[in-house]
């Protein structure tokens, strides 16, 4: 079930986000399907994909510059028409400091 909503809540982010058009790995149960993330921040991103509705997590594998990936576990906290908004799990720093990297140059 898909539950609507009137698109984000910029009002309450603490991390702004900013268009990314990647091309995410999801790892689900033996097996890797691809999806494009529409955008990203610090704490999450907006994946364009329709996990089951009985899905509450995901693994995901994002691309970073220098080969890097980051791979994380992510709960889904929004489903929407076109996809669902992901929260990133914990990140150990090297991650959080690469995502940084990542996101600086595109931020406002």
């Not at 790892?27 to 704490?43: E, F, P, Y």
Request: hydrophobic share 40%; glycine share 6%.
């Amino acid at each position: 079930m898909m539950t609507p909503s009137n698109g984000p809540r910029t009002t309450e982010r603490y991390h702004p986000r900013v268009e990314a058009r990647l091309q995410v790995k999801v790892l689900l149960s033996g097996r890797t399907v691809h999806a494009q993330a529409r955008d990203i921040s610090m704490n999450g991103l907006f994946l364009q994909a329709h996990p089951a509705d009985t899905q509450r997590a995901l693994t995901i594998a994002l691309p970073l510059p220098g080969d890097r990936e980051l791979v994380t576990m992510c709960a889904i906290r929004r489903r929407e028409v076109d996809g669902v908004a992901l929260e990133f799990g914990e990140l150990d720093w090297d991650d959080l400091i690469a995502l940084a990297r990542f996101l600086h140059p595109h931020l406002p």
